[in-house]
């Protein structure tokens, strides 16, 4: 019984196993998954593919995603532009490895440091500066897209 039993399953797992399939090596892989999407029919509810433009357009539009920034400094005084360029010069030859932008709010003038995606990142820098800028905070932002590192192979 148990040899008959076991015999089955190798019977069955050889079957498995021969039925994958194999491409001819001569074909480039990007000419195969090309073929492979063109074949392929996915049965699905028009307003789908509306969704989905109207989520890229939208994206498109954005020109950034929502992230997190340090505040250094804000201000509404007269000089509040020639302030926040000082601020940002003087953060910059600090902490040189930083983006630092300077955003206009009616009436306030402000300067934010970093493009962060968690909270926690941006907590990361508020605690190596809070000693020469006690007043900084984390503001939710829209931040500039994170750059890829490459990898050396």
Known sequence: ???????????FASRV???????????PEDTLQSNILQNLQVNRDPRLDKMLNWHIV?????????????????????NALEQ?????????SEYPENTVNIKYDAPNFKVRVGD????????????MIE???????????????????????
Request: proline share 3%.
């Open 84 to 92: 926040a360029k000082n601020k940002k010069v003087e953060f910059l």
């Open 116 to 127: 962060f995606r968690t909270k926690n990142e941006a907590l990361k820098l508020l605690k």
């Open 1 to 11: 019984m148990r040899i008959s039993f076991l015999f089955i399953i190798v019977l």
């Open 58 to 78: 939208k994206n498109e539009k954005m020109n950034g995603i929502e992230g997190f920034r340090v505040e250094i400094f804000f201000s509404s005084e007269m």
């Open 17 to 27: 196993i021969s039925a994958q399939v194999t491409f001819s090596e001569n074909i």
């Open 131 to 153: 000693k020469n800028y006690p007043m900084a905070f984390i503001v939710p932002d829209k931040i500039n897209f994170p750059l890829l590192k490459t990898t050396k192979l």
